[in-house]
């Protein structure tokens, strides 16, 4: 019986060594010991060894994230992170019985959507997790060109990143940002490990700098970088790797991004994670000298689907009855009626209604946090239309302003 028992903080060696095994690391674990870990010990859950009492064999972890912005409203969502089984315990069933706790407990704490990134994407859809964002990356040459924007009177100003003296600023304006799926960093220890000089964040790059938009001396938007030299044979060949940018008007991406592209002795720009509306991609006068990436970014997983269709707003007028089937929470399965007009509050309710569309949960995650479109996954054969024209007007109601992202990974 594969039993799974709270972990406390007495126990971060097995933790982190069971990681290791997990996630290989050239870092001897003496030394990772001494990073900053967020880990969230009343929510860290672990499997022991049965041969050998005491052992940890698996384990996992799950962040707070009481305030995420979902289409139109915030809501309580899990952030299932550290989900590791050492190698001589995989195939027994491990991550299932860890997978089964964790939804339990995501109904216990009130937490209807669950998220979280995917290491192997392969995994999580046989629990129900729907690919719901997607992320752009660039590598931008340095003074590649941007459209012009109107900045007047904003200043820039760039420093060493000081935790005490900035953290303040950066949890503030990352906690304002109103996009589906943008998780902000919950609790202090988080904030510092995630900001740390760790070699897990810092690698063979300078230490965290930052640079701060103000208008009238008032910070309305940053970016969090690092830079590394290097030379080439034709000469300097640095690169700036962007950690973070908040910047919620045109005029203050203009800004940060200006300066970024314009650092001496520097060849390319590495960008973070973007949205896929990001307004960097529409600025730029070369998007494909940037060398696009597109990869995955949130899962989500609905665990409790009335309370999670009910807490979000839908972006048009809807009344449409989704057939749900969910085979590892089949309290989920069935017809599910959700009425709403646009941007208000839904009523969503069992019916015995005859259903409109047909889904399995995994592609309703997806298509919850508005960014993956009903019609998309139609094309796929994975929605079925059972009622003729219900699709349309469905998807554009799931759909919204913002594409969703989470902007680090957590």
């Known amino acids: 019986m594969n039993e799974v028992v709270p972990v406390g903080p007495d126990r971060l060696r097995d933790v982190v060594d069971v990681d290791t095994w997990g996630f290989p690391s050239e870092h001897p674990l003496d030394d990772q010991l001494g990073w900053p870990y967020p880990l969230p010990w009343g929510r860290t859950y672990g499997v022991e060894d049965q041969t050998h009492p005491g052992r940890l064999a698996a384990f996992h972890a799950s962040y707070a994230f009481a305030d995420t912005p979902v289409p139109g409203a915030r809501l309580p969502i899990a952030g299932l992170t550290w989900v590791c089984v050492h190698p001589q315990w995989r195939r027994q069933g491990l991550l299932r019985a860890m997978m089964d706790a964790h939804f339990a407990h995501c109904l216990e704490r009130g937490e209807p959507?669950?998220?979280?990134?995917?290491?192997?994407?392969?995994?999580?859809?046989?629990?129900?997790?729907?690919?719901?964002?997607?992320?752009?990356?660039?590598?931008?040459?340095?003074?590649?060109?941007?459209?012009?924007?109107?900045?007047?009177?904003?200043?820039?100003?760039?420093?060493?990143?000081?935790?005490?003296?900035?953290?303040?600023?950066?949890?503030?304006?990352?906690?304002?940002?109103?996009?589906?799926?943008?998780?902000?960093?919950?609790?202090?220890?988080?904030?510092?490990?995630?900001?740390?000089?760790?070699?897990?964040?810092?690698?063979?790059?300078?230490?965290?700098?930052?640079?701060v938009v103000e208008r009238g001396g008032k910070p309305v938007g940053y970016a969090l970088f690092r830079r590394k030299f290097?030379?080439?044979?034709?000469?300097?060949?640095?690169?700036?790797?962007?950690?973070?940018?908040?910047?919620?008007?045109?005029?203050?991406?203009?800004?940060?991004?200006?300066?970024?592209?314009?650092?001496?002795?520097?060849?390319?720009?590495?960008?973070?994670?973007?949205?896929?509306?990001?307004?960097?991609?529409?600025?730029?006068?070369?998007?494909?000298?940037?060398?696009?990436?597109?990869?995955?970014?949130?899962?989500?997983?609905?665990?409790?689907?009335?309370?999670?269709?009910?807490?979000?707003?839908?972006?048009?007028?809807?009344?449409v009855v989704l057939d749900v089937t969910d085979a590892v929470l089949p309290q989920n399965a069935g017809r599910w009626l959700v009425r709403a007009t646009a941007g208000g509050v839904p009523e969503v309710t069992r019916t015995d209604r005859a259903a409109d569309l047909a889904l399995d949960v995994r592609e309703l995650g997806a298509a919850y946090l508005g960014g993956v479109s009903l019609i998309e996954l139609a094309a796929a054969g994975l929605v079925t239309e059972l009622t003729p024209g219900s699709l349309v007007p469905a998807s554009l109601a799931f759909g919204w302003h913002r594409a969703p992202v989470s902007n680090w990974v957590f």
Do not use: C
Not at 134 to 141: K, N
Not at 167 to 179: F, S
Not at 202 to 208: G, N, P, R, S, V
């Open 113 to 211: 959507v669950s998220m979280l990134y995917a290491a192997e994407p392969a995994i999580y859809g046989r629990f129900g997790y729907g690919l719901a964002a997607r992320q752009v990356t660039l590598t931008i040459p340095r003074g590649a060109a941007l459209r012009p924007v109107d900045t007047t009177g904003l200043t820039v100003w760039i420093d060493h990143f000081d935790f005490d003296a900035h953290n303040g600023l950066v949890a503030r304006l990352h906690g304002a940002v109103d996009r589906p799926g943008w998780v902000t960093r919950p609790t202090e220890a988080h904030q510092r490990s995630y900001l740390s000089e760790s070699p897990m964040r810092k690698a063979d790059f300078e230490t965290l700098r930052i640079l």
């Open 230 to 319: 290097a030379w080439a044979t034709g000469g300097p060949a640095g690169t700036v790797r962007v950690v973070e940018v908040i910047a919620e008007e045109p005029a203050v991406a203009h800004a940060v991004w200006s300066r970024l592209l314009d650092f001496d002795l520097t060849t390319e720009v590495i960008t973070p994670q973007l949205a896929p509306d990001d307004p960097l991609l529409s600025m730029l006068v070369d998007y494909r000298a940037t060398q696009p990436r597109t990869q995955d970014n949130v899962w989500a997983r609905l665990v409790d689907v009335g309370a999670a269709l009910a807490g979000r707003r839908y972006q048009s007028d809807v009344e």
